[in-house]
């Protein structure tokens, strides 16, 4: 398998694609679970804000039955969202150069002796 079909592993998997003028992200993972924040947040039977605000905005129509469905709903958007960040030119070594640094070693500083304070 080619490295860039390997994802980043993680809790969310990052694919790196590679394109003619930089790279792509792919975060499909963090895209689903975005969508299914919204619609947690949606479905909030204490806070029906969001909920009333997306019907007023909404026609009337009747969703086939069974559609409502969290995964269902899910799919369905991530369908119609993108998950990928492009990064063109440098931009990709860049964001490599902030990762490592990010992700680096660093020292931990030493705890106080007890009654030091």
Partial sequence: MPDDQK???GPIPIYVRTTPTGVV???AALRDLVIGDVIDALLDPADTGLWDRLHELADEQTPAEGRLL???LITDLGER???RIPLYGP???ELTRKLRAAAAP???PSQREAGAA
């Fill in 7 to 9: 994802p980043v592993t």
């Fill in 81 to 83: 969202a993108s998950s």
């Fill in 106 to 108: 660093k020292a931990v």
């Fill in 70 to 72: 969290t995964e269902y």
């Fill in 25 to 27: 992200l792919d975060l």
């Fill in 91 to 93: 931009a990709g070594l």
